[in-house]
């Protein structure tokens, strides 16, 4: 049983910075990719940035050198730090894991609950 939970929405004025975290707890054996998608009403989740399990960190091109993700906590920790928020940059936030819950089963991919993030003066 694997639960994540996500903090650090809120509303921030452009140009603002906020951090996103999100925690996995539960039955975990191994955490393979992980990231953090959003949307915005009326248009379809995308994603934000990435870790996969063997590179480095991906992120899409409206966010790129504004955005950073990392893990803490053997990648059971992830973070989004977003500085000079944008309006466009207003939506739900989730987190995104693709995990082993035992050892030879196959991966599944876990969604945290989302978080509000409002930028807007």
């Known amino acids: 049983q694997v639960q994540l939970v996500e903090s650090g929405g809120g509303l921030v004025q452009p140009g603002g910075s906020l951090r996103l975290s999100c925690t996995a707890s539960g039955r975990i054996f191994s955490i393979n990719a992980v990231g953090w998608y959003r949307q915005a009403p009326g248009k379809q989740r995308e994603l934000v940035a990435a870790?996969?399990?063997?590179?480095?960190?991906n992120y899409a091109d409206s966010v790129k050198g504004r955005f950073t993700i990392s893990t803490e906590n053997a990648k059971k920790t992830l973070h989004l730090q977003m500085n000079s928020l944008k309006p466009e940059d207003t939506a739900v936030y989730y987190c995104?894991?693709?995990?082993?819950?035992?050892?030879?089963?196959?991966?599944?991919?876990?969604w945290g609950q989302g978080t509000q993030v409002t930028v807007s003066s």
């Open positions: 995104n894991f693709d995990l082993r819950e035992v050892f030879g089963s196959f991966a599944r991919v876990y």
């Open positions: 870790i996969p399990s063997f590179g480095s960190a």
